[in-house]
């Protein structure tokens, strides 16, 4: 999608990192999410969907074990619901796709919406998380049944880090050289403004988007925490980089130039059990990857450039570091990170296959599974608590595969082992263009009823989409 803005030079805005979510009491945050404007393309205002008005949204920061709740208030024009990604969560709070928050004040009848009912509430919604889960890299965003692309892709996305005792104790980077990342591609209108080919400009009625882009929205200006192509000043040192592909559909393979080399220490969720270097990273939508990268391996002055690889055009440049001054480093990548206990899988573990295909939705075209477009009251698939499953999935184009509630492990990729950027928990898994990926589920805990689904949001939004309960 061509924007109709001059397109900034690469590499003069300075990289904004998110403020950090205060809590309003121990242990308590309130998000409300409304509609701001935001300086994106330098010279225009952007009306951006924000979590608390900015895009990305505050990070939130817990403690794994500490159960904490956030209040999410809708002061938008439109219905939301709040997804943690990543977040082992009560069925109740997880963001149902159905389970509304009505604008605060609206009183028109959306309940009859979707002809599908769910939990709809008028305002705000309190989301209980309890935490019982290691150190990771989760984000929130919006879940809407039909509308989630549109509603991410105006803004709607915010890091969430988890971090715990073992992560502590590691003397990884930390402070200011510890960065999150989300890196997503947008356009823009000559307004300034997000341009998403949606059909129903308005997110209220009629979902999908324009026939040339049902296989996903692809922007040719590729943004680091909401800025065009940044640039980032930096000590001559170890930096720690919590990346997260929050684009609708855009897939980055991600490399640095000027021979600094990329150390991947974490995954979906959270840290790797040993240290694996990388040439590259390869990241489709949802997926997040924990690197460390060392900057004092070059002379102060150096500029080091992370472009990527499958873009064309623009969207080959990404964000550049400016190694602008010598420092003190005691930072270090251990050998051993943490503990991954590795799959296992019994012999007798069933195996349930989703196939993810382009499909007929009554007249217009969407994305299947298995054949069926989502289907709140599917009650096909059914899990049950404590069991290993292996989940096996067939694609026929790229598709990102997330399921919620708890991370897998890859244990095949094409009829072998795991690819190089299958390591360690997931919880999103790109497949590949006709292959197979076998993946070994467990789900611990929480009773209820979940999604499986495309991460391409393009693909969610026209049905790409399964319920799973776990029983
Ligand atoms: Cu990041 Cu079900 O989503
Ligand atoms: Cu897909």
Redesign the pocket.
Known sequence: LVSAVPLPEPYRVPLPVPPVARPVAPDRYLITARVAEQEIIPGYRTPVLGYDGIFPGPTVETRSGREVVVRHRNELPVPTVV?L??GHTPPEHD?W?LDLVLPVGDTSDWTGHHGMPGDVVAGERDHRYPMAQRAATL?Y?D?RMDF?APAVYRGLAGFHLVRDDVEDALPLPRGDRELPLMICDRSFAADGSFAYPGLDRGMRGLPGVEDAWTAGVLGDVVLVNGAPWPVHEVDAARHRLRILNASNARRYRLQLDGGVRIVQVGSDGGLLAAPVEQDAIELAP?ERFDVVVDFGAVPVGTDVTMTNALGEGRTRDVLRFRVVRAARDDSAVPDVLSEVEPPTVPADAPVRTFTFARGALGDHRGWTINGAAFDPDDARYRTPLGATEVWRFVTDVHHPV?V?LDPFQVVRRGGSGPGPFDGGWKD?VDVRPGEVVDVAVRFSDYRGRY?L?C?NLEH?DMAM?ATVHTV
């Open positions: 997804h990604h990543g963001g796709p984000w965003h879940h989630t949802g997330h919620h999103t999604v689904h991460h969610e989409m």
